[in-house]
């Protein structure tokens, strides 16, 4: 008997060049995209406890307008920010737009924790009021921590 994993739907929003597609990228098995998302791609991520597509939304402004329409139905909203104080700031102004999707949790990813110009995880958290987790995607090594984070956030759906 095959048991049957349900799909999950997983939305990841932010600003442009955060870091978003990397992140979809690293769960695929990939290595970072070159250029930055047009409107929206799609990716799949599969284990033996998860079956997940991930939404990784264009982050730049001509494309919020669309988040609401993709964001629905998602078990998850991941908003990543690139832990410069600026893109922090500005993702703070996001949060109200995401909280709008009924049914998901929301946390929120402090990637290029590599960077000299950073804030720490802690740091972003207590600007964006939700729970945050540091991450470096380019480090492919960082794979089965982004996939712990993600089935920790469903576990409790």
């Known amino acids: ?17 955060v870091g978003k597609s990397t992140i979809r990228n690293m769960l695929e098995g990939k290595s970072a995209p070159t250029k930055p ?5 799609v990716g799949r991520y599969r284990d033996d406890e998860l079956t997940c597509a ?8 001509r494309f919020k307008c669309l988040w609401q329409d993709f964001m629905k139905g998602s078990s998850l909203v991941m908003l990543v920010t690139d832990s ?4 922090v700031e500005k993702s703070k102004k996001l949060i ?13 990813i402090a990637n290029k924790q590599d960077q000299a110009n950073r804030l720490n995880a802690m740091q972003v958290e207590k600007i964006l009021g ?17 996939v712990s984070i993600i089935k ?5 759906l």
């Open 96 to 108: 109200e737009t995401i909280q709008k999707v009924q049914g998901a949790k929301i946390i929120a």
């Open 37 to 41: 998302t047009i409107g929206v791609d």
């Open 84 to 87: 410069s104080r600026e893109d």
């Open 152 to 156: 920790e956030n469903l576990s409790d």
């Open 1 to 17: 008997m095959v048991v049957q994993i349900p799909m999950v739907k997983i939305s990841l929003v932010g600003n442009g060049r």
């Open 54 to 61: 991930v939404f990784d939304l264009g982050g730049q402004d």
């Open 130 to 146: 939700v729970k945050t987790y540091p991450m470096v995607a380019t480090e492919t090594t960082r794979r089965n921590a982004m």
